[in-house]
């Protein structure tokens, strides 16, 4: 590998990527639409630069491993539990049907069954960013809906990684050996690998970042979260022969069981955004926008599959199963696009010489526009539910079963009490987390320090291990409905940034911060400190 090959595809790739990514953020479309399109431009089809698809496919390798650690990190079975009697059928069943129509559309084309069943796989997941940015987008994430949604996608999500690890074992076996005889053995070994990480993993990995976190070096512990992930991945395969992206899965699930789950998240996510860019940018290299036009009828059938056959799929299975339509609405309508599954699926397809190129090529294109209609398509369920409401008996049987089911039914009771967020447990934040107590307000604690935070629920104190400049701690320790934040720590050239941070998610609260010296304080009321104190 060149280096000047390497700097010259990392420059322009990510200058390509962050120009589109930019103008489609600011279309209200996902920036994914923006990476993939930048692939286009760096790709071997279009003029100008072309980047070397070698280099950007090693380096997208590592997003595909990071991006499995952040599935498996937020992967929770009791979230899954807790709607567990539609999304596991629900997403089993869509799968399936999504399957049928994709290989029957590719055996329509004259592809063989292999490729026109891997085909349909490719088309019977949905993207996991998209989905929780448009539920987030339109403040559904925490509601019914959402609830379904995301488990609905965990199962899909666990059924893609099945399959990734069952491809290369059934698509490179020998004639002498059996493919049942090969599942047989790939899940015996896939159930050894889950059974190791879990039992010895639970066990090794919390104790090893619990000896890093004691340095209070973060450097150190965003290392010690990227060898874990590309360590696991990369042994699970030398050792197990199983797939880079269930290693990588398993390591997420591990670490996100422990109480470091949010500091590796929000540790990890510029890591995963950086080199998951790189591999939409890869996969959008791929894309052919001329061979597009030999094969207008593959591409028309394949957004049907996604943009009608999958949504009316899970909008049967949800009305049947008594939910009512509007949950069944933003359930199929979250659920009508295609992502980074996908794109990981066509490309191990490819690699494996099952699907033609012709397949590949359609899968990236019906990820962009899939992509870019969702959030347009998720905007128009109210009026897909007046449309229904003209029909009082069709409105009837859709919601016969549903009449009790409601946008915040089955949840768990949030606590409806007050909170406010403490930065730093230390004498000082111990003082004002107990002062208010006093005044009826729940404190949430965000502490860098690991003994502190065990101390602090110890104490009966709610305590996030975590760095609060990371948006997500905050998020996390419940800022968006705070009434005051209180930085209680010492000042740092980040406290301004925690508090523009905090600002923007709760533009109503109250926002209190401990200073050094005088000087400093300007510097926080400028960022939105009501109160600065020394």
Do not use: C
């Amino acid at each position: 590998m060149h280096e000047s090959g390497l700097l010259l595809t990392l420059t322009f790739s990510l200058a390509a990527a962050l120009a589109l990514g930019f103008i489609t953020q600011r279309l209200h479309l996902s920036p994914i639409v923006g990476y993939l399109l930048a692939g286009l431009f760096v790709g071997p089809y279009t003029p100008g630069f072309v980047a070397d698809r070698t280099v950007a496919n090693e380096l997208a390798e590592v997003g595909v491993i990071l991006m499995m650690f952040g599935v498996g990190l937020h992967f929770r079975l009791k979230d899954l539990l807790n709607v567990r009697n539609v999304a596991i059928p629900g997403a089993l069943v869509q799968s399936a049907v999504a399957t049928i129509l994709g290989a029957l559309a590719g055996r329509q084309f004259g592809w063989t069954w292999s490729a026109s069943i891997v085909f349909g796989l490719a088309l019977s997941v949905a993207s996991t960013v998209m989905l929780v940015r448009v539920l987030v987008d339109n403040h559904a994430l925490q509601t019914l809906t959402g609830r379904i949604a995301v488990g609905w996608l965990v199962v899909e999500d666990v059924f893609t990684v099945v399959v990734l690890v069952l491809l290369p074992t059934i698509f490179s076996t020998s004639n002498d050996v059996s493919i049942s005889r090969a599942l047989g053995a790939t899940i015996l070994k896939l159930a050894f690998v889950v059974a190791f990480a879990l039992i010895v993993g639970r066990r090794v990995i919390p104790r090893i970042l619990t000896g890093i976190a004691a340095t209070q070096s973060r450097e150190l512990f965003t290392l010690a979260v990227l060898i874990l992930a590309l360590g696991i991945a990369v042994g699970s395969t030398l050792a197990f022969g199983i797939s880079l992206a269930l290693g990588a899965f398993l390591a997420g699930m591990i670490v996100g069981q422990s109480e470091f789950s949010l500091r590796a998240a929000s540790e990890a996510l510029p890591m995963r955004d950086a080199f998951s860019v790189l591999f939409f940018v890869s996969v959008g290299m791929l894309l052919d926008p001329w061979a597009l036009m030999d094969t207008p009828g593959l591409l028309a059938l394949t957004l049907g599959v996604i943009l009608i056959g999958k949504p009316l799929a899970a909008f049967a299975i949800v009305t049947l199963m008594g939910y009512g339509s509007h949950v069944a609405l933003g359930v199929s309508v979250a659920l009508s696009q295609i992502g980074e599954f996908s794109l990981i699926l066509a490309t191990v397809g490819q690699q494996l010489n099952i699907l033609p190129a012709s397949a590949s090529n359609t899968i990236v294109a019906a990820t962009i526009i899939s992509l870019t209609a969702n959030p347009i398509q998720y905007k128009t369920i109210g009026w897909m539910e007046a449309w229904l409401s003209r029909s009082p008996r069709l409105w009837r049987a859709l919601n016969q079963r549903g009449k009790t089911v409601n946008d915040g039914a089955g949840l768990p009771e949030e606590n409806t009490g007050f909170h406010a967020v403490v930065v730093g447990y230390g004498p000082i934040g111990q003082t004002v987390s107990r002062l208010l107590l006093d005044g009826g307000i729940e404190p949430v604690i965000v502490e860098t320090n690991l003994q502190t935070v065990h101390r602090a629920r110890k104490e009966g104190r709610r305590a996030i291990y975590g760095d609060a400049t990371r948006e997500d701690i905050l998020r996390a320790a419940g800022i968006d409905s705070a009434v005051a934040l209180v930085l209680s720590s010492s000042a740092t050239d980040q406290t301004p940034e925690i508090i523009r941070s905090a600002r923007k998610a709760n533009p109503e609260m109250r926002v209190i911060a401990r200073s050094n010296y005088l000087r400093e304080a300007e510097a926080m009321r400028r960022a939105g400190a009501q109160a600065v104190f020394s």
